[in-house]
């Protein structure tokens, strides 16, 4: 089992910056390729990043390719999400994943709790 805990949520103004942190513990995550999702109310949650287990590939979506940047340091079982330019519409829980990337969150079976983006304009 892995347990994953996203920190470095919080209140950003349109424009900043934050830097999501997702810490894994119980196994080591080198197996497993990383996401990033998020979800706001009544909507189902959304692809945002993925990275294959070695770092050599990453894939986002199209409304936070050139903003977005996923990284990750296998040795600290940490995974990053930079998040630059931020935009109202960016405003949503974010959740980390491990299993076997991609966009489809049916293919990641560990799940952190979650950490609030508040983008204020």
């Known amino acids: 089992q892995v347990q994953l805990v996203e920190s470095g949520g919080g209140l950003v103004q349109a424009g900043g910056s934050l830097r999501l942190t997702c810490a894994a513990s119980?196994?080591?995550?080198?197996?497993?390729?990383m996401g990033w999702f998020r979800q706001t109310p009544g909507k189902e949650r959304e692809f945002v990043a993925t990275?294959?287990?070695?770092?050599?590939?990453?894939y986002y979506a199209r409304s936070v390719k050139g903003r977005f940047t996923i990284s990750r340091d296998n040795a600290k079982n940490t995974v990053w999400l930079q998040m630059n330019s931020l935009e109202p519409e960016d405003m949503a829980v974010y959740y980390c994943?491990?299993?076997?990337?991609?966009?489809?969150?049916?293919?990641?079976?560990?799940w952190g709790q979650g950490t609030q983006v508040t983008v204020s304009s």
């Open positions: 994943a491990a299993g076997l990337g991609g966009s489809d969150d049916n293919s990641y079976n560990f």
């Open positions: 119980g196994r080591a995550i080198s197996s497993y390729a």
């Open positions: 990275i294959t287990w070695n770092g050599a590939y990453t």
